[in-house]
């Protein structure tokens, strides 16, 4: 449980930075398969529920407190060298570049790749071209605002449970990057409650979709991964 507890905390810590991928930093400390399979877990008739119940309450506890604590800090030089951060920012992306196409080269790669490479690349001039203020968080609570806020959690928990797509840098293509951070560094849990809400509904759907996918379609996957994070620089 210390263990799980620390691992959290390391990864959420990280999820502040974007381009810097919490499924990538979950492969890497060797908890990402343990954790789809206990989030499988909770929505099965599984025998052993409680424990990945217990198990991912310990994990989540680390990775809240990883990111608040770690949320102002990024915050405040976002504030007092916006363009340095940027730049920083757009080098950490590409830094993860390397280990995607890792992935791809697994299989022989071929022609068709840069087909999916393309759509990844056209799924973020997509998200682009929507309206910036869509998904703010906290500007109001009427019905469709707060399903609009529940529409982006949905979309971040993509980011969240691909290996190599950053949730800050998905929040940073939605354009609600800075407000999300500036509501966490404040412990404005309010204004977080909709985009929390369904960020959570969106793992425990994606979870098990994912886990499917990547068996059978793990270079189509990353392909368009890859795609997505070289899209995202330019965003």
Do not use: H
């Not at 502040?16 to 990402?32: C, D, E, K, Q, R």
């Not at 529920?49 to 310990?58: E, G, S, T, W």
């Not at 990024?74 to 730049?87: C, E, G, V």
């Not at 959570?200 to 189509?220: E, M, N, P, T, V």
């Amino acid at each position: 449980m210390i263990s799980t507890f620390i691992k959290g905390l390391w990864i959420g810590s990280t999820l502040s930075v974007p381009g810097i991928s919490g499924g990538t930093m979950a492969m890497l400390v060797g908890i990402y398969e343990p954790l789809v399979r206990s989030i499988n877990k909770t929505i099965s008739k599984d025998k052993r529920k409680k424990d990945a119940i217990l198990f991912l309450l310990v994990f989540s506890a680390g990775g809240i407190l990883g990111f608040l604590a770690i949320s102002s800090m990024i915050l405040n030089l976002i504030q007092i060298a916006p363009m340095p951060m940027t730049f920083l920012f757009c080098g950490v992306i590409l830094g993860g570049v390397p280990k995607i196409f890792e992935e791809i080269k697994k299989d022989r790669f071929n022609w068709v790749d840069l087909l999916y490479i393309f759509i990844g690349v056209l799924i973020v001039l997509f998200i682009s071209y929507l309206p910036k203020d869509l998904f703010q968080i906290g500007i109001s609570f009427g019905f469709w605002s707060v399903i609009k806020q529940i529409v982006g959690g949905l979309i971040v928990a993509f980011a969240l449970v691909l290996p190599g797509i950053s949730v800050s840098q998905m929040l940073y293509v939605l354009g609600i990057y800075e407000s999300v951070i500036r509501a966490a560094s404040s412990l404005n849990i309010l204004a977080l409650l909709p985009m929390v809400c369904g960020i959570s509904l969106g793992i425990l759907l994606f979870a098990r979709w994912l886990d499917i996918c990547f068996a059978k379609y793990r270079k189509l996957i990353y392909s368009i991964i890859f795609g997505f994070v070289i899209g995202s620089v330019f965003e």
